[in-house]
């Protein structure tokens, strides 16, 4: 077990693109639902899980600054109780701009949090209203600012593009003043319309003015443009970094390794077993008082769904897949298991060989969804 993810599910407001497990914190169990994460990490250690090489922690959400600085010190405290968090190579936690106080910061900082993603999203007033944001895009910069006063200097922001009614110009603009702060890491994601959402419901109505698929090839090329132009290289399909400053923790993600997924509704790799946590707080919690971890779907891993696992997360990576690494995992030759499908993809300039990886080519980039399908049995 590489990483602990730890999900906060409240938000004081819900954004019109989210589908994550989240309620309103108005009325919620907050305390009772922060004593039940002990509660599990407790139980997931009397099972036998390994907390001594944990590299990571994250805290996602809902929001997790939508908690008041007392609790957010004592989820802290609870992490400390169970992992070491001065050897934690990396510590994050997402945060709203308008939510991020400078008694958060330090509480935070105190806490030994390493890192900070903001979410964002855009730097047009005007498109944080439509998208059902709740801070404004001076308040964005000015966190920024008070976070690096706090000591944080590992600060990334989420982007996303393709945003309802949200032009090319608009797009050149948030970049703009994205890059001028100068930050160590950059996420860019296009829109995706999840079902269960305020968006999902306007576009069933046919009010939902999308730019289209041209218009968001043409922002992400943008995205990728700037970044480069600006030193942010891009080290996987939506994310950008200065060298040393690439978010460790996903990256656990798409090198396919084992993490614990901690909260209502968190998601898990352990042991060979993907798995996913009961999401309603209600059932969650009480299920964690039972003295049993509150897992609602398990899945044990196959050989085979590991080794399109091991490609399709790799290949998100523009480093790709190591091909002696993949033959010394799963004991077969890339080559052997897929090259009717590799050579496929290459004759289609979606992947290429370099230096014994397999990995995207430029235009792969812009089709991964395509290239991904291919090793999906």
């Known amino acids: 077990m590489r990483g602990i993810y730890i999900h ?19 009325n919620q169990p907050v305390d009772e639902y922060i004593e039940t994460i002990d509660k599990e990490l407790t139980i997931l250690k009397l099972t036998g899980a390994d907390f001594s090489k944990v590299e990571t922690v994250f805290f996602g959400g809902g929001t997790p600054t939508a908690l008041n600085a007392k609790q957010l010190e004592r989820l802290l405290e609870i992490v400390h109780s169970h992992v070491d968090v001065k050897n934690l190579t990396e510590f994050t936690t997402e945060a709203n701009p308008d939510e991020l106080t400078t008694d958060k910061l330090h509480v935070l900082k105190n806490g030994h949090v ?23 895009p001076q308040q964005a910069i000015e966190v920024v600012n008070n976070a690096r006063r706090a000591g944080f200097e590992n600060i990334s922001i989420d982007l996303i593009y393709a945003l309802p009614g949200q032009t090319q110009q608009q797009w050149n603009s948030t970049l703009d003043q994205a890059l001028a702060l100068e930050l160590p ?6 829109l995706i319309v999840e079902p269960k959402t305020v968006f999902y419901n306007l576009m069933n109505k046919g009010r939902l003015p999308l730019p289209g698929e041209d218009a968001e090839t043409i922002m992400f090329a943008e995205l990728i443009e700037r970044m ?16 040393q400053k690439e978010s460790i923790h996903n990256m656990i993600y798409w090198e396919n390794d084992e993490y614990a997924g901690i909260g209502a509704g968190a998601h898990g790799y352990l042991n060979g077993v993907r798995y996913a946590n009961i999401a309603p707080l209600k059932r969650y919690m009480e299920h964690v008082e039972t003295g049993e971890l509150p897992r609602i779907e398990s899945n044990v891993v196959t050989l085979q769904e590991s080794m399109e696992e091991e490609l399709f997360l790799g290949l998100r990576q523009t480093k790709g897949v190591s091909i002696p690494h993949f033959a010394e995992k799963f004991g077969i030759s890339m080559n052997e298991k897929y090259g009717a499908v590799i050579e496929n993809l290459i004759q289609k300039d979606l992947v290429e060989i370099h230096e014994n ?18 090793f999906l049995g």
């Open 8 to 26: 906060i599910p409240f938000c004081h407001q819900i954004c019109h693109y989210c589908d994550f497990n989240k309620v309103f914190f108005e």
């Open 228 to 243: 480069e132009l600006a030193g942010r290289a891009q080290y996987e399909i939506s994310n950008f970094a200065i060298p």
């Open 114 to 136: 390493k890192r900070l993603s903001l979410g964002v999203q855009s730097f047009d007033e005007e498109l944080l209203k439509k998208i059902g944001r709740s801070h404004s």
């Open 185 to 190: 890491h950059y996420s860019g994601y296009s």
């Open 357 to 374: 990886r397999i990995r995207l080519t430029r235009n792969g980039i812009f089709k991964g969804n395509e290239a991904f399908q291919e």
